[in-house]
């Protein structure tokens, strides 16, 4: 199967879990993962209309980037993988959106550097809802003080939330986790009105997802396959 029929499948399950879930398709964006896929692949999935895409690694969308052609520039590309202080500079730069804010700190040094760049960074913040020791995110109990100090920051826009639940075979494990991230959207929202957007949902549970609120899915293997490179 190509990249292209991969992505024309993938919008027709969105339909579907939409229409069950009484949605409207366009309030669901696909977000194609495109980390450890190499530069081809994300043009293809470019030429076949995809135009948002998730990136794992500063240097790996830094190099990757050099490889592609300044015609993909109406791409969206998003920074999904944690975000070490150390890189905030250049996320700033080369990313049009941070899923992964889960720090003051972290927060403070993107601001800066996209007032430096002249440029509003769209952020999200990512809430760990598993006790994983695998997963990041802020704690749930933190998030309340976080976009409280968040608000003097005048060169990040916060949309939403992001979370990755376990990974189980039932995706029916997942939905308590999305249905606790749009609870927290839901309680914080008027302390932060752009908090609309909730970044919930992979290849193996998008469609509960969905159910419970998303407004992105963040889909690979769906698209592009098994991982060609770590």
């Known amino acids: 199967m190509s990249i292209a029929s991969n992505l024309a499948r993938v919008h027709d399950e969105i339909g579907n879990a939409c229409a069950r879930a009484h949605r409207a398709p366009h309030t669901v964006a696909l977000m194609a993962v495109s980390k450890v896929q190499p530069a081809e692949a994300l ?20 190099t990757k ?14 920074l999904i ?13 080369i990313f049009d959106a941070v899923d992964t804010l ?5 927060a403070e040094r993107l601001n ?27 704690a749930p109990a933190e998030l309340t003080a976080l976009l409280t100090a968040l608000q003097p920051l005048l ?30 959207r839901d309680e914080h929202i008027a302390l932060c009105p752009t908090l609309t957007d909730l970044s919930m949902g992979m290849s193996n549970d998008f469609a509960v997802a969905i159910e419970e609120g998303s407004t992105t ?4 293997t769906a698209i592009f396959g098994k991982r060609t490179y770590a």
């Open 43 to 62: 043009l293809e999935a470019f030429e076949a209309g995809q135009r948002l895409f998730g990136e794992n690694r500063v240097q790996e969308w830094q």
């Open 65 to 78: 980037r050099t490889s592609l052609p300044d015609f993909l520039a109406p791409a969206q590309i998003h």
């Open 81 to 93: 993988g944690p975000l070490q202080n150390n890189k905030t500079a250049k996320a700033a730069e």
């Open 102 to 106: 889960d720090s003051l700190k972290t």
């Open 112 to 138: 800066a550097a996209a007032q430096s760049l002249n440029k509003t960074l769209r952020v999200l913040i990512e809430v760990k809802l598993s006790h994983e020791d695998t997963k990041h995110g802020l």
């Open 155 to 184: 060169h990040l826009e916060v949309r939403g939330l992001m979370t990755v639940p376990p990974f189980a075979d039932d995706p029916e494990t997942a939905r308590p986790y999305f249905q606790h991230l749009r609870r927290l």
């Open 217 to 220: 899915v963040r889909i690979g």
